[in-house]
Protein backbone atom coordinates (compact mmCIF):
# COMPACT_ATOMS: atom_id res chain seq x y z
CA UNK A 1 0.00 0.00 0.00
CA UNK A 2 2.89 2.28 -0.53
CA UNK A 3 2.61 3.03 -3.64
CA UNK A 4 -0.51 5.28 -3.53
CA UNK A 5 -1.31 6.26 -6.71
CA UNK A 6 -5.48 6.78 -7.83
CA UNK A 7 -4.74 4.30 -10.25
CA UNK A 8 -3.46 1.14 -8.00
CA UNK A 9 -5.94 2.95 -5.37
CA UNK A 10 -9.05 2.01 -7.81
CA UNK A 11 -7.63 -1.14 -9.22
CA UNK A 12 -7.83 -2.58 -5.22
CA UNK A 13 -10.74 -1.97 -4.66
CA UNK A 14 -13.58 -4.46 -4.77
CA UNK A 15 -15.22 -5.27 -6.99
CA UNK A 16 -19.07 -4.08 -6.37
CA UNK A 17 -16.62 -0.45 -5.46
CA UNK A 18 -14.81 -1.10 -8.92
CA UNK A 19 -18.85 -1.63 -10.95
CA UNK A 20 -20.01 1.96 -9.00
CA UNK A 21 -17.17 4.02 -10.34
CA UNK A 22 -17.66 2.39 -14.03
CA UNK A 23 -21.13 2.97 -13.91
CA UNK A 24 -20.93 6.74 -12.48
CA UNK A 25 -17.72 7.07 -15.44
CA UNK A 26 -20.11 6.00 -17.61
CA UNK A 27 -23.03 8.15 -16.83
CA UNK A 28 -20.24 11.03 -16.64
CA UNK A 29 -19.26 10.75 -20.46
CA UNK A 30 -23.15 10.29 -21.48
CA UNK A 31 -24.34 12.86 -19.70
CA UNK A 32 -21.39 15.20 -21.24
CA UNK A 33 -21.59 13.80 -24.97
CA UNK A 34 -25.87 14.93 -24.24
CA UNK A 35 -24.97 18.03 -23.02
CA UNK A 36 -23.04 18.70 -26.64
CA UNK A 37 -25.75 17.53 -28.58
CA UNK A 38 -28.35 19.31 -26.39
CA UNK A 39 -26.63 23.01 -26.81
CA UNK A 40 -26.11 22.57 -30.21
CA UNK A 41 -29.77 22.11 -30.85
CA UNK A 42 -30.80 24.58 -28.57
CA UNK A 43 -28.60 27.32 -30.26
CA UNK A 44 -29.76 26.57 -33.64
CA UNK A 45 -33.12 26.51 -32.50
CA UNK A 46 -32.60 29.60 -31.33
CA UNK A 47 -30.93 31.28 -34.30
CA UNK A 48 -33.81 29.83 -36.87
CA UNK A 49 -36.29 31.61 -34.68
CA UNK A 50 -34.63 34.86 -35.07
CA UNK A 51 -34.27 35.19 -38.56
CA UNK A 52 -37.46 33.22 -39.10
CA UNK A 53 -39.53 35.90 -37.14
CA UNK A 54 -37.54 38.47 -38.97
CA UNK A 55 -38.21 37.58 -42.24
CA UNK A 56 -42.14 37.04 -41.07
CA UNK A 57 -42.05 40.23 -39.85
CA UNK A 58 -40.51 41.95 -42.69
CA UNK A 59 -43.89 42.53 -44.55
CA UNK A 60 -43.52 39.92 -46.85
CA UNK A 61 -46.62 38.07 -47.98
CA UNK A 62 -47.56 35.01 -46.23
CA UNK A 63 -48.02 32.98 -49.76
CA UNK A 64 -44.49 33.95 -50.81
CA UNK A 65 -43.23 33.50 -47.59
CA UNK A 66 -44.72 29.71 -47.76
CA UNK A 67 -44.01 29.15 -51.72
CA UNK A 68 -40.18 30.15 -50.54
CA UNK A 69 -39.96 27.42 -47.64
CA UNK A 70 -41.77 24.87 -49.65
CA UNK A 71 -39.02 24.60 -52.28
CA UNK A 72 -36.73 24.12 -50.11
CA UNK A 73 -35.99 20.10 -49.67
CA UNK A 74 -34.14 20.26 -46.24
CA UNK A 75 -36.37 18.95 -43.33
CA UNK A 76 -37.53 22.10 -41.50
CA UNK A 77 -38.04 22.47 -37.73
CA UNK A 78 -39.01 25.41 -34.86
CA UNK A 79 -41.10 28.40 -35.89
CA UNK A 80 -40.41 27.73 -39.98
CA UNK A 81 -42.38 23.74 -39.27
CA UNK A 82 -45.22 25.36 -37.65
CA UNK A 83 -45.83 28.43 -39.81
CA UNK A 84 -45.80 26.05 -42.67
CA UNK A 85 -47.90 23.52 -41.16
CA UNK A 86 -50.53 25.87 -40.51
CA UNK A 87 -50.50 28.11 -43.46
CA UNK A 88 -51.04 25.15 -45.59
CA UNK A 89 -53.87 23.77 -43.68
CA UNK A 90 -55.02 27.37 -43.86
CA UNK A 91 -54.87 26.97 -47.76
CA UNK A 92 -56.67 23.82 -47.46
CA UNK A 93 -59.40 24.35 -45.55
CA UNK A 94 -60.23 27.90 -47.55
CA UNK A 95 -60.16 25.52 -51.02
CA UNK A 96 -62.48 23.50 -48.99
CA UNK A 97 -65.08 26.35 -48.61
CA UNK A 98 -65.48 26.00 -44.56
CA UNK A 99 -66.62 28.32 -42.35
CA UNK A 100 -64.25 31.31 -41.76
CA UNK A 101 -63.87 30.12 -38.08
CA UNK A 102 -63.50 26.45 -39.41
CA UNK A 103 -60.58 27.69 -41.05
CA UNK A 104 -58.93 29.30 -38.84
CA UNK A 105 -59.72 26.54 -36.23
CA UNK A 106 -58.21 23.80 -37.88
CA UNK A 107 -55.08 25.90 -38.98
CA UNK A 108 -54.38 26.09 -35.31
CA UNK A 109 -54.71 22.97 -34.34
CA UNK A 110 -52.19 22.26 -36.99
CA UNK A 111 -50.01 24.56 -35.66
CA UNK A 112 -50.33 23.05 -32.43
CA UNK A 113 -49.37 20.09 -33.18
CA UNK A 114 -46.44 20.93 -34.80
CA UNK A 115 -45.64 23.06 -32.21
CA UNK A 116 -46.12 20.37 -29.53
CA UNK A 117 -43.51 17.95 -31.73
CA UNK A 118 -41.13 20.75 -31.59
CA UNK A 119 -40.85 21.22 -28.04
CA UNK A 120 -40.88 17.28 -27.52
CA UNK A 121 -37.51 17.14 -29.63
CA UNK A 122 -36.80 20.35 -27.97
CA UNK A 123 -37.33 18.87 -24.23
CA UNK A 124 -36.10 15.00 -25.35
CA UNK A 125 -33.70 13.36 -23.90
CA UNK A 126 -33.52 16.16 -20.68
CA UNK A 127 -35.06 13.51 -18.16
CA UNK A 128 -31.60 11.87 -18.27
CA UNK A 129 -29.28 14.46 -17.47
CA UNK A 130 -31.81 14.86 -14.37
CA UNK A 131 -31.93 11.54 -13.64
CA UNK A 132 -27.90 11.30 -13.34
CA UNK A 133 -28.06 14.73 -11.66
CA UNK A 134 -29.99 13.32 -8.76
CA UNK A 135 -28.98 9.88 -8.56
CA UNK A 136 -25.10 9.54 -9.19
CA UNK A 137 -24.51 11.00 -6.00
CA UNK A 138 -26.17 8.01 -4.18
CA UNK A 139 -24.81 5.54 -6.20
CA UNK A 140 -21.06 7.01 -5.58
CA UNK A 141 -22.24 6.87 -1.75
CA UNK A 142 -23.52 3.45 -2.14
CA UNK A 143 -19.77 2.50 -3.20
CA UNK A 144 -18.30 4.36 -0.70
CA UNK A 145 -20.61 2.62 1.93
CA UNK A 146 -19.67 -0.68 0.60
CA UNK A 147 -15.83 0.01 0.39
CA UNK A 148 -15.79 0.82 3.75
CA UNK A 149 -18.22 -1.80 5.11
CA UNK A 150 -15.53 -3.87 3.25
CA UNK A 151 -12.75 -2.26 5.67
CA UNK A 152 -13.94 -2.42 8.77
CA UNK A 153 -14.28 -6.75 8.14
CA UNK A 154 -11.17 -6.80 7.39
CA UNK A 155 -10.39 -5.09 10.66
CA UNK A 156 -12.68 -7.15 12.45
CA UNK A 157 -9.60 -10.82 12.10
CA UNK A 158 -6.53 -8.19 13.73
CA UNK A 159 -5.46 -7.96 17.16
CA UNK A 160 -3.96 -4.91 16.96
CA UNK A 161 -5.80 -2.27 15.20
CA UNK A 162 -4.24 0.56 13.58
CA UNK A 163 -5.52 3.69 11.54
CA UNK A 164 -2.94 2.76 8.88
CA UNK A 165 -5.07 -0.16 7.88
CA UNK A 166 -8.43 1.22 7.38
CA UNK A 167 -7.11 4.34 6.00
CA UNK A 168 -6.44 2.94 2.54
CA UNK A 169 -9.63 1.13 2.24
CA UNK A 170 -11.49 4.44 3.28
CA UNK A 171 -9.54 6.66 1.04
CA UNK A 172 -10.50 4.14 -2.07
CA UNK A 173 -14.34 4.00 -0.93
CA UNK A 174 -14.30 7.74 -0.70
CA UNK A 175 -13.65 8.07 -4.52
CA UNK A 176 -16.54 6.29 -5.29
CA UNK A 177 -18.18 9.41 -4.12
CA UNK A 178 -16.24 11.96 -5.66
CA UNK A 179 -16.85 10.17 -9.08
CA UNK A 180 -20.25 10.94 -7.84
CA UNK A 181 -20.42 14.06 -7.27
CA UNK A 182 -18.44 15.10 -10.40
CA UNK A 183 -21.26 13.31 -12.78
CA UNK A 184 -24.17 15.03 -10.52
CA UNK A 185 -22.67 18.34 -10.79
CA UNK A 186 -22.90 18.95 -14.09
CA UNK A 187 -25.16 17.27 -15.01
CA UNK A 188 -27.69 19.19 -12.59
CA UNK A 189 -26.50 22.20 -13.87
CA UNK A 190 -27.13 21.66 -17.35
CA UNK A 191 -29.94 20.38 -17.14
CA UNK A 192 -31.34 23.52 -14.98
CA UNK A 193 -29.89 25.95 -17.73
CA UNK A 194 -31.54 24.10 -20.70
CA UNK A 195 -34.81 24.03 -19.10
CA UNK A 196 -35.20 27.34 -18.94
CA UNK A 197 -33.93 27.79 -22.71
CA UNK A 198 -36.52 25.30 -23.34
CA UNK A 199 -38.91 27.03 -21.71
CA UNK A 200 -38.33 30.51 -23.12
CA UNK A 201 -38.07 28.67 -26.67
CA UNK A 202 -41.99 27.05 -25.54
CA UNK A 203 -43.07 30.72 -24.91
CA UNK A 204 -41.43 32.28 -28.20
CA UNK A 205 -43.50 29.33 -29.94
CA UNK A 206 -46.22 30.46 -28.39
CA UNK A 207 -46.87 34.04 -29.09
CA UNK A 208 -45.81 33.48 -32.66
CA UNK A 209 -48.65 30.55 -32.68
CA UNK A 210 -51.44 33.35 -31.52
CA UNK A 211 -50.05 36.22 -33.72
CA UNK A 212 -50.10 33.77 -36.76
CA UNK A 213 -54.00 32.82 -35.85
CA UNK A 214 -54.97 36.30 -35.09
CA UNK A 215 -53.39 37.41 -38.48
CA UNK A 216 -54.71 34.35 -40.44
CA UNK A 217 -58.25 35.08 -38.74
CA UNK A 218 -57.62 38.83 -40.29
CA UNK A 219 -56.98 36.59 -43.38
CA UNK A 220 -60.22 35.09 -43.45
CA UNK A 221 -62.23 37.57 -43.28
CA UNK A 222 -61.02 39.52 -46.22
CA UNK A 223 -62.91 38.30 -49.53
CA UNK A 224 -61.42 35.06 -51.51
CA UNK B 1 -30.63 8.29 -25.36
CA UNK B 2 -27.60 6.17 -26.75
CA UNK B 3 -29.44 5.82 -30.18
CA UNK B 4 -29.08 9.63 -30.39
CA UNK B 5 -25.99 9.44 -29.10
CA UNK B 6 -24.62 7.40 -31.39
CA UNK B 7 -25.94 9.55 -34.03
CA UNK B 8 -23.55 12.10 -32.72
CA UNK B 9 -20.35 10.42 -32.88
CA UNK B 10 -18.60 13.53 -32.50
CA UNK B 11 -20.27 14.51 -28.81
CA UNK B 12 -19.38 11.21 -28.00
CA UNK B 13 -15.85 11.77 -28.63
CA UNK B 14 -15.39 15.06 -27.38
CA UNK B 15 -17.11 13.72 -23.76
CA UNK B 16 -14.56 11.17 -23.55
CA UNK B 17 -12.17 13.24 -24.50
CA UNK B 18 -12.77 15.56 -21.96
CA UNK B 19 -13.09 12.81 -19.70
CA UNK B 20 -9.45 11.41 -20.68
CA UNK B 21 -7.74 14.65 -19.86
CA UNK B 22 -9.65 15.43 -16.40
CA UNK B 23 -8.89 12.13 -15.23
CA UNK B 24 -5.03 12.53 -16.73
CA UNK B 25 -4.71 15.78 -14.85
CA UNK B 26 -6.46 14.51 -11.00
CA UNK B 27 -3.56 11.78 -11.73
CA UNK B 28 -0.95 13.96 -12.08
CA UNK B 29 -2.07 16.31 -8.98
CA UNK B 30 -2.69 13.18 -6.82
CA UNK B 31 1.18 12.16 -7.85
CA UNK B 32 2.33 15.28 -7.17
CA UNK B 33 0.78 15.97 -3.69
CA UNK B 34 2.24 15.28 -0.80
CA UNK B 35 0.32 12.33 1.05
CA UNK B 36 -0.03 14.18 4.57
CA UNK B 37 1.24 12.28 7.39
CA UNK B 38 1.79 8.76 6.80
CA UNK B 39 2.46 6.82 9.17
CA UNK B 40 4.86 3.63 8.31
CA UNK B 41 4.76 0.43 9.81
CA UNK B 42 8.15 -0.03 11.23
CA UNK B 43 7.71 3.00 13.50
CA UNK B 44 5.20 1.41 15.65
CA UNK B 45 7.04 -1.53 16.27
CA UNK B 46 10.49 0.42 17.59
CA UNK B 47 8.92 1.62 21.20
CA UNK B 48 10.60 1.14 24.44
CA UNK B 49 11.09 -1.56 26.01
CA UNK B 50 10.81 -1.01 30.18
CA UNK B 51 10.99 -3.39 32.78
CA UNK B 52 10.14 -3.07 36.67
CA UNK B 53 13.29 -3.32 38.66
CA UNK B 54 13.37 -4.25 42.60
CA UNK B 55 16.07 -1.59 44.34
CA UNK B 56 17.53 -3.90 46.69
CA UNK B 57 18.71 -6.39 44.01
CA UNK B 58 19.81 -3.70 41.85
CA UNK B 59 22.25 -2.96 45.19
CA UNK B 60 23.34 -6.59 45.70
CA UNK B 61 24.37 -6.62 42.08
CA UNK B 62 26.46 -3.45 42.62
CA UNK B 63 28.32 -4.78 45.09
CA UNK B 64 29.17 -8.14 43.46
CA UNK B 65 30.39 -5.98 40.58
CA UNK B 66 32.83 -3.54 42.82
CA UNK B 67 34.66 -7.06 44.15
CA UNK B 68 34.83 -8.86 40.99
CA UNK B 69 36.59 -5.40 39.92
CA UNK B 70 39.08 -5.33 43.09
CA UNK B 71 40.38 -9.22 42.46
CA UNK B 72 40.76 -8.22 38.55
CA UNK B 73 42.96 -5.11 39.83
CA UNK B 74 45.29 -6.96 42.46
CA UNK B 75 46.29 -9.62 39.38
CA UNK B 76 47.09 -7.21 36.83
CA UNK B 77 49.25 -5.82 39.46
CA UNK B 78 51.44 -8.75 40.71
CA UNK B 79 52.51 -9.28 36.60
CA UNK B 80 53.54 -5.86 36.25
CA UNK B 81 55.92 -6.51 38.98
CA UNK B 82 57.36 -9.92 37.39
CA UNK B 83 57.52 -8.31 33.87
CA UNK B 84 59.74 -5.00 34.87
CA UNK B 85 62.17 -7.25 36.73
CA UNK B 86 62.77 -9.54 33.31
CA UNK B 87 63.54 -6.34 31.46
CA UNK B 88 65.90 -5.34 33.35
CA UNK B 89 68.20 -8.60 33.00
CA UNK B 90 67.65 -8.43 28.90
CA UNK B 91 68.88 -4.47 29.11
CA UNK B 92 72.11 -5.33 30.79
CA UNK B 93 73.23 -8.48 28.69
CA UNK B 94 72.40 -5.95 25.43
CA UNK B 95 74.79 -3.26 27.16
CA UNK B 96 77.44 -6.06 27.05
CA UNK B 97 77.50 -7.04 23.58
CA UNK B 98 76.94 -3.51 22.39
CA UNK B 99 80.32 -2.38 23.77
CA UNK B 100 82.17 -5.36 22.13
CA UNK B 101 80.96 -4.90 18.83
CA UNK B 102 81.66 -1.34 18.69
CA UNK B 103 85.91 -1.54 19.74
CA UNK B 104 85.59 -4.03 16.62
CA UNK B 105 83.96 -1.97 14.60
CA UNK B 106 86.95 1.20 15.80
CA UNK B 107 89.78 -0.87 14.27
CA UNK B 108 88.16 -1.91 10.91
CA UNK B 109 88.06 1.66 10.47
CA UNK B 110 91.21 2.31 11.19
CA UNK B 111 92.12 0.32 8.29
CA UNK B 112 89.81 1.43 5.96
CA UNK B 113 90.82 5.00 6.23
CA UNK B 114 94.89 3.99 5.36
CA UNK B 115 93.64 2.43 2.31
CA UNK B 116 91.16 5.72 1.60
CA UNK B 117 94.47 7.55 1.62
CA UNK B 118 96.44 5.68 -0.85
CA UNK B 119 94.01 5.87 -3.42
CA UNK B 120 92.88 9.37 -3.13
CA UNK B 121 96.67 10.31 -4.22
CA UNK B 122 96.81 8.13 -7.16
CA UNK B 123 93.21 9.83 -8.29
CA UNK B 124 94.62 13.41 -7.65
CA UNK B 125 97.66 12.80 -9.56
CA UNK B 126 95.66 11.37 -12.56
CA UNK B 127 93.22 14.13 -12.51
CA UNK B 128 95.76 16.65 -12.80
CA UNK B 129 97.08 15.48 -16.36
CA UNK B 130 93.30 14.84 -17.29
CA UNK B 131 92.61 18.69 -16.22
CA UNK B 132 95.58 20.06 -18.76
CA UNK B 133 94.76 18.30 -22.01
CA UNK B 134 91.08 19.82 -21.15
CA UNK B 135 92.16 22.32 -21.37
CA UNK B 136 93.88 22.73 -24.21
CA UNK B 137 90.82 21.32 -26.03
CA UNK B 138 88.77 24.01 -24.70
CA UNK B 139 90.65 26.81 -25.61
CA UNK B 140 90.79 25.42 -29.26
CA UNK B 141 86.90 25.05 -29.12
CA UNK B 142 86.27 28.39 -27.86
CA UNK B 143 88.54 29.98 -30.58
CA UNK B 144 86.19 28.11 -32.89
CA UNK B 145 82.83 29.17 -31.71
CA UNK B 146 83.56 32.29 -31.58
CA UNK B 147 84.54 32.78 -35.07
CA UNK B 148 80.96 31.19 -35.72
CA UNK B 149 79.24 33.24 -33.43
CA UNK B 150 80.70 36.19 -35.32
CA UNK B 151 79.33 35.14 -38.66
CA UNK B 152 76.21 34.50 -37.43
CA UNK B 153 75.90 38.02 -35.75
CA UNK B 154 76.35 39.71 -39.30
CA UNK B 155 74.16 37.47 -40.68
CA UNK B 156 71.27 38.57 -38.21
CA UNK B 157 71.54 42.10 -38.10
CA UNK B 158 71.95 41.71 -42.03
CA UNK B 159 68.43 40.05 -42.10
CA UNK B 160 66.94 42.51 -39.09
CA UNK B 161 67.86 45.44 -41.56
CA UNK B 162 65.78 43.47 -44.75
CA UNK B 163 62.72 43.11 -42.29
CA UNK B 164 62.60 46.38 -40.99
CA UNK B 165 62.56 47.57 -44.37
CA UNK B 166 60.32 45.70 -45.79
CA UNK B 167 57.59 45.88 -42.38
CA UNK B 168 58.18 49.67 -42.96
CA UNK B 169 57.22 49.50 -46.80
CA UNK B 170 54.02 47.32 -45.55
CA UNK B 171 52.88 49.76 -42.97
CA UNK B 172 52.90 52.63 -45.06
CA UNK B 173 50.64 50.09 -47.97
CA UNK B 174 48.59 49.59 -44.94
CA UNK B 175 47.62 53.08 -43.95
CA UNK B 176 47.30 54.35 -47.46
CA UNK B 177 44.55 51.33 -47.95
CA UNK B 178 42.98 52.22 -44.46
CA UNK B 179 42.62 56.02 -45.49
CA UNK B 180 40.70 54.94 -48.93
CA UNK B 181 38.43 52.51 -47.41
CA UNK B 182 37.30 55.55 -44.62
CA UNK B 183 36.93 57.06 -47.61
CA UNK B 184 34.71 54.87 -49.23
CA UNK B 185 32.97 54.09 -46.00
CA UNK B 186 32.20 57.58 -45.67
CA UNK B 187 30.53 58.04 -49.26
CA UNK B 188 28.58 55.09 -48.24
CA UNK B 189 27.86 56.53 -45.22
CA UNK B 190 26.54 59.73 -47.26
CA UNK B 191 24.79 57.94 -49.78
CA UNK B 192 22.55 55.58 -47.07
CA UNK B 193 21.60 58.61 -45.29
CA UNK B 194 20.67 60.21 -48.69
CA UNK B 195 18.49 57.16 -49.70
CA UNK B 196 16.61 57.06 -46.04
CA UNK B 197 15.98 60.76 -45.98
CA UNK B 198 14.64 60.28 -49.80
CA UNK B 199 12.47 56.84 -48.27
CA UNK B 200 11.33 58.74 -45.73
CA UNK B 201 9.89 61.81 -47.73
CA UNK B 202 8.11 59.66 -50.46
CA UNK B 203 7.09 57.36 -47.58
CA UNK B 204 5.36 60.47 -45.76
CA UNK B 205 4.19 61.91 -48.87
CA UNK B 206 2.69 58.43 -49.24
CA UNK B 207 1.12 58.35 -45.85
CA UNK B 208 -0.30 61.82 -46.73
CA UNK B 209 -2.00 60.78 -49.75
CA UNK B 210 -3.56 57.60 -48.26
CA UNK B 211 -4.81 59.74 -45.56
CA UNK B 212 -6.23 62.71 -47.87
CA UNK B 213 -7.95 59.44 -49.84
CA UNK B 214 -9.27 57.78 -46.64
CA UNK B 215 -10.81 60.89 -45.70
CA UNK B 216 -12.40 61.43 -49.24
CA UNK B 217 -13.94 57.81 -48.91
CA UNK B 218 -15.36 58.60 -45.96
CA UNK B 219 -16.65 61.98 -46.24
CA UNK B 220 -18.36 59.68 -49.53
CA UNK B 221 -19.89 57.33 -47.53
CA UNK B 222 -21.12 59.87 -45.05
CA UNK B 223 -22.48 61.71 -47.91
CA UNK B 224 -24.12 58.85 -48.83
CA UNK B 225 -25.36 57.40 -45.71
CA UNK B 226 -26.80 60.98 -45.62
CA UNK B 227 -28.30 60.31 -48.58
CA UNK B 228 -29.97 57.12 -48.44
CA UNK B 229 -31.46 58.21 -45.03
CA UNK B 230 -32.83 61.31 -46.80
CA UNK B 231 -34.24 58.99 -49.33
CA UNK B 232 -35.36 56.13 -46.38
CA UNK B 233 -36.88 58.73 -44.57
CA UNK B 234 -38.87 60.39 -47.83
CA UNK B 235 -40.03 56.67 -48.75
CA UNK B 236 -41.53 56.54 -45.10
CA UNK B 237 -43.01 59.50 -45.01
CA UNK B 238 -44.23 58.76 -48.44
CA UNK B 239 -45.76 55.38 -47.32
CA UNK B 240 -47.13 56.86 -43.67
CA UNK B 241 -48.71 59.88 -45.92
CA UNK B 242 -50.15 57.14 -48.39
CA UNK B 243 -51.48 54.78 -45.23
CA UNK B 244 -53.23 57.92 -44.06
CA UNK B 245 -54.90 59.05 -46.89
CA UNK B 246 -56.25 55.61 -47.90
CA UNK B 247 -57.62 55.93 -44.13
CA UNK B 248 -58.82 59.24 -44.50
CA UNK B 249 -60.73 57.79 -48.09
CA UNK B 250 -62.36 55.63 -46.43
CA UNK B 251 -63.51 57.76 -43.43
CA UNK B 252 -67.47 58.42 -43.57
CA UNK B 253 -68.46 61.79 -40.93
CA UNK B 254 -70.35 60.30 -38.19
CA UNK B 255 -73.83 61.04 -37.70
CA UNK B 256 -74.63 63.69 -34.69
CA UNK B 257 -72.04 66.90 -34.56
CA UNK B 258 -69.73 66.15 -31.83
CA UNK B 259 -65.97 67.35 -31.77
CA UNK B 260 -63.37 66.13 -34.33
CA UNK B 261 -60.30 67.11 -33.35
CA UNK B 262 -57.13 65.28 -34.87
CA UNK B 263 -56.15 61.94 -33.70
CA UNK B 264 -53.05 59.97 -33.08
CA UNK B 265 -53.58 56.35 -34.30
CA UNK B 266 -51.34 53.60 -33.77
CA UNK B 267 -51.96 50.77 -36.42
CA UNK B 268 -50.71 47.05 -35.36
CA UNK B 269 -49.99 45.45 -38.57
CA UNK B 270 -49.36 41.88 -40.17
CA UNK B 271 -47.94 40.45 -43.00
CA UNK B 272 -49.01 41.59 -46.61
CA UNK B 273 -51.11 44.67 -45.00
CA UNK B 274 -53.22 42.88 -42.34
CA UNK B 275 -54.07 44.64 -39.94
CA UNK B 276 -54.27 43.63 -36.45
CA UNK B 277 -54.98 46.08 -33.93
CA UNK B 278 -55.89 49.67 -33.96
CA UNK B 279 -55.84 51.84 -30.44
CA UNK B 280 -55.58 55.73 -29.85
CA UNK B 281 -53.24 58.12 -28.60
CA UNK B 282 -53.36 61.51 -28.07
CA UNK B 283 -57.01 62.45 -28.95
CA UNK B 284 -57.86 65.33 -27.17
CA UNK B 285 -62.08 65.37 -26.26
CA UNK B 286 -63.41 62.53 -29.16
CA UNK B 287 -66.58 61.04 -29.29
CA UNK B 288 -66.36 57.22 -28.96
CA UNK B 289 -68.29 57.49 -31.79
CA UNK B 290 -65.86 59.62 -33.72
CA UNK B 291 -63.45 57.00 -32.56
CA UNK B 292 -65.27 54.44 -33.75
CA UNK B 293 -65.39 55.67 -37.31
CA UNK B 294 -62.15 56.19 -37.45
CA UNK B 295 -61.49 52.47 -36.38
CA UNK B 296 -64.00 51.50 -38.95
CA UNK B 297 -61.97 53.28 -41.68
CA UNK B 298 -58.96 52.02 -40.86
CA UNK B 299 -60.23 48.47 -41.34
CA UNK B 300 -61.53 49.62 -44.24
CA UNK B 301 -58.47 50.38 -45.62
CA UNK B 302 -57.42 46.94 -45.65
CA UNK B 303 -54.80 45.96 -46.61
CA UNK B 304 -52.95 48.89 -46.12
CA UNK B 305 -50.31 50.09 -48.95
CA UNK B 306 -46.55 48.91 -49.16
CA UNK B 307 -43.79 50.58 -48.74
CA UNK B 308 -41.34 51.51 -51.50
CA UNK B 309 -38.63 49.36 -49.61
CA UNK B 310 -38.88 46.45 -47.63
CA UNK B 311 -36.95 47.42 -44.91
CA UNK B 312 -39.61 50.12 -44.04
CA UNK B 313 -41.79 47.81 -43.24
CA UNK B 314 -43.38 48.71 -39.39
CA UNK B 315 -45.12 46.22 -37.45
CA UNK B 316 -46.57 48.91 -34.97
CA UNK B 317 -47.63 52.55 -37.03
CA UNK B 318 -48.62 55.84 -35.91
CA UNK B 319 -49.79 58.41 -38.15
CA UNK B 320 -52.13 61.42 -37.36
CA UNK B 321 -55.82 61.48 -38.48
CA UNK B 322 -56.83 64.61 -39.72
CA UNK B 323 -61.06 65.24 -40.51
CA UNK B 324 -60.52 68.42 -42.09
CA UNK B 325 -58.03 66.82 -44.61
CA UNK B 326 -60.77 64.74 -45.98
Known sequence: ?224 | MLGELLKHPRALLVSLVLHVVVIGLIMVNFHFAERPMQIKAGQIEKTVQAEVVDQKQLEAMENKKQEEANKIKEAARKKKEQEAKKRADLKKKEAEEKRKAEEKKKAELKREKQAEEKRKKEAERKAAEKRKADAKRKAEEKRKADEKLKAEEKRKAEEKRVAEEKRKAEEARKAEEARIAEEKRKAEEARLAEEERKRKETEARLQAEAEQKRKEAELKARLKAEEDQRRLKSLRDAYILAIRQKVERNWRKPAGSGKMPVCEVRVLQGPGGIILDVTFGACGGSTALYRASIEKAVYNAEPLPKPGDDALFERELKFLFNPAEQ
Do not use: C
Not at chain 1, 48 to 76: C, H, M, P
Open chain 1, 1 to 224: MNDDSLITLIFNASLPVQLVMLLLLAASVFSWALMYVKRGYIRQSQAEAKTFEGRFWSGINLSDLFAQLSVRQERRFGLEAIFENGFREFARARKAELDNSEVVRSAHRAMKVSMSREIESLENNLPFLATVGSVSPYVGLFGTVWGIMESFRALAGVQQATLAMVAPGISEALIATAMGLLAAIPAVVAYNKFTSEVDAMIVRYENFLEEFTGILQRQAQSPR
